[in-house]
């Protein structure tokens, strides 16, 4: 997940309790509130790529640069009256302000950043060190030469030791190049498929009939693929994202990374990447959400190939249950 979508769903729920008598509810919303402006802000100076506003790498600097200014302005508050209660209110709100900022950095990021009044027990969301949980998805084979397809979150911490299950064998794989933005990873592995999903020249298309093949919950449920039917519902994602389209086929923790394929062809029209929290749209909206689910376009996919010097296939035939079966793995790294 990038960032931003963490700091995002924060936003939205500390905006149920701006007006709350508690203090610690105000200063996240205030703090939370400039950090999202700021990134807004990024967006607005980069028409060419919007959406490169919201990757890691300048979320962060944001963080740590409000972060600094909220402890340089504690110095200034301190000089002038260091015993003034006004004061060291003001001060403490500004201290838990630098805590929410940093607790979006990892443990090792953390350790290379010194900010005077940063507190000590800072709860973060994890180290990029390595494998630090279990972490599984789907990935799919793009070619006969063992290249495969998956979600880069599904792969992020696994300090490229992510391996699938490939005939009843565990298999590692390389990691060759990944998109952060797109939420894209290709990786290697050392086997001889046979069979691959294919690209269509053919644009998605509303209500179009889709299937999602993959391994929800990993192989908790059972080891055997899963699939799911639907239709496209809508060709944009969330905040009008063009990279990706909405269907209402089922996804669930384990589908990342998976393909979406047109059900009549197999040829892929997506790759599955994230639901709707129902928890999510019932503080929002008021209602849970109903199947609301994301896939990256295949375009987007193909365009990552061809950056990468992948070469894609493209046909047209009747989908073989047995290819897409054949076709699509269990993807996971184990905890250190």
């Known amino acids: ?121 800072i ?76 690209f269509s020249n053919k644009s998605p298309q509303k209500a179009q009939s889709v299937l999602v093949a993959g391994f929800p919950y990993g192989k908790f449920v059972s080891d055997d693929l899963k699939i799911t039917s639907g239709i496209i519902n809508s060709l944009k994602g969330i905040q009008n994202n063009t990279s990706m389209l909405q269907i209402d086929a089922t996804i669930n923790p384990g589908n990342s990374g998976g393909p979406i394929v047109d059900k009549l062809s197999g040829n892929l029209v997506g790759v599955a990447t994230m639901k709707l929290s129902k928890d999510f749209t019932k503080q929002a909206f008021g209602q849970e959400s109903e199947n609301t689910n994301y896939g990256i376009k295949s375009s987007q996919v193909r365009d990552f190939l061809e950056a990468n010097n992948i070469e894609i296939k493209v046909k047209s035939g009747k989908l073989k249950i047995e290819n897409l079966e054949s076709s699509t793995v269990f993807i996971f790294s184990k905890k250190e």
């Open 1 to 121: 997940m990038l960032i931003f979508k963490k700091i995002y769903q924060d936003y939205r729920e500390s905006m149920k309790s701006k007006h709350s008598d508690n203090s610690s509810d105000n200063v996240e919303f205030v703090t939370l509130n400039f950090i999202v402006g700021k990134i807004r802000e990024q967006e607005r100076n980069n028409r060419e790529s919007p959406r490169r506003a919201y990757v890691d790498k300048v979320v962060k600097p944001i963080l740590i640069a409000h972060a600094e200014q909220q402890s340089e302005m504690i110095d200034d508050l301190l000089k002038i009256n260091s015993k003034d209660k006004k004061i060291l209110k003001s001060v403490n709100e500004m201290k838990e302000a630098i805590n929410i900022c940093l607790r979006y950095l990892t443990d090792q990021e953390l350790k290379s950043v010194e900010i005077k009044h940063m507190g000590k027990n």
């Open 123 to 198: 709860k973060t969301i994890g180290n990029e060190g390595g494998p630090t949980e279990d972490s599984v998805g789907t990935a799919f084979f793009v070619d006969s030469k063992g290249h495969l397809v998956t979600n880069y979150h599904v792969v992020k911490s696994s300090n490229n030791k992510a391996k699938i299950l490939f005939n009843h064998e565990e298999v590692d794989t390389n990691l060759i190049a990944y998109d952060e933005l797109l939420d894209l990873a290709l990786l290697k592995a050392k086997v001889k498929n046979k069979d691959f999903i294919k």
